[in-house]
């Protein structure tokens, strides 16, 4: 055996032998961690594959019955159903600017049975409500992006207007004696209407409601004279002669009305407002399960007939990915944020 003293006077380690051990030794640091993620990606596609739900899921929405949140949830359960090999049972929970359906889902069991459908006002809550029972991010993962619909301009035929330039006007003449519902604080349509009463200056008062459904029988019975909600349970209303449709809230007339004109055809061409839908589940949920629902999702999404139906209500299918999804959430919650601020909007407003 070799003395301490022998290994000082040992020849130096040339540098081109001292790089190609080097160069091993990273190449099979770089195998090992490839065969690593192959075979945890390999091992999560399998655990994917493998897993199957044995008991019915539960979706929560955030709305009472008769709501567009409720339509939107009814017509995707069934299709869904069937790709999951499960029954998906809607769970109506409206009210409380949607902070008790938001939070029973944040705090449900993370095992995938708990499915939550998420609306605009998932990212206009944490700019409106100071402190929230959950993260709307961190507590929350994203499957994808359900639909996205304009919303339409209605008031009750008393009011006596065709335009939306009338209705300013009206509004503009009579400060504060117009009442428009809504489906609850820091709901699509409470920003939609206030968004236009910051560009226009005008006043209106603002009744909240727990759902679009309330909001609607109201309006229908005179008891307010406003709404700008989702076309797809107010057109029928529209098409019977009840109410009145004055514009849409899309960018470009769409194919459901094109009669209607835009808001911003009336004189705000940077008016425009729009619902979406996503369907999410705790943060917590293990990734094998999430890749499952958004599997399941996807294909329920991009079949025809769900396409077709959706379309049909007025509504277009989105089905991003996860990813995607998350990057519109983050610029929504971004967008309003800016408007809320902008115009001071409180919770109360």
Not at 110 to 130: E, V
Not at 227 to 250: D, E, F, I, N, R
Request: aromatic share 6%; charged share 15%.
């Amino acid at each position: 055996m070799k003395s301490p003293l022998s290994l000082i006077d040992s020849k130096p380690i040339s540098l081109a032998a001292s790089n190609q051990a080097l160069s091993r030794r990273l190449w099979l640091q770089s195998t090992l961690a490839s065969s690593l993620a192959a075979s945890a990606s390999w091992s999560s596609a399998q655990a994917q594959e493998e897993f199957r739900f044995t008991r019915p899921l539960k979706m929560i929405v955030p709305y009472p019955p008769g709501g567009a949140g409720d339509i939107v949830a009814r017509m995707l359960t069934n299709p869904f159903s069937q790709a999951l090999g499960q029954s998906v049972v809607v769970d109506n929970r409206g009210g409380g600017a949607q902070l008790i359906a938001t939070d029973l889902a944040a705090k449900a069991t993370p095992d995938g049975y708990t499915l939550f459908l998420a609306s605009t006002t998932h990212s206009i809550n944490p700019s409106l409500i100071k402190q929230l029972p959950y993260d709307s991010l961190k507590d929350f993962s994203p499957i994808t992006l359900v639909a996205s619909s304009p919303m339409v301009w209605l008031v009750h035929p008393s009011v006596g207007v065709s335009t939306m330039g009338e209705l300013i006007a009206k509004a503009r003449a009579n400060p504060a004696a117009i009442n428009y519902g809504s489906s609850g604080p820091g709901s699509g349509g409470h920003l939609a209407v206030e968004l236009l009463k910051f560009m226009s200056g005008v006043q209106m008062t603002h009744v909240p409601y727990k759902g679009a459904g309330p909001a609607l029988s109201d309006l229908l019975s005179g008891q307010i004279q406003v709404v700008c909600t989702s076309p797809l349970p107010a057109m029928p209303h529209v098409k019977s002669g009840h109410l009145k449709a004055l514009a849409m809230t899309s960018a470009k007339r769409t194919a459901l009305a094109p009669e209607l004109p835009t808001v911003a055809e009336g004189g705000f061409p940077d008016y425009q407002a729009t619902l979406w839908y996503a369907l999410m589940v705790q943060s917590r949920v293990p990734q094998h399960i999430q890749a499952k629902l958004y599997e399941s999702v996807i294909k329920t999404l991009k079949g025809s007939e769900t396409s077709d139906q959706f379309k049909g209500q007025g509504a277009d299918v989105a089905a991003l990915t996860p990813q995607a999804t998350d990057a519109f959430i983050r610029a929504e919650m971004q967008r309003w944020s800016t408007l809320i601020s902008h115009a001071q909007i409180k919770i109360d407003s």
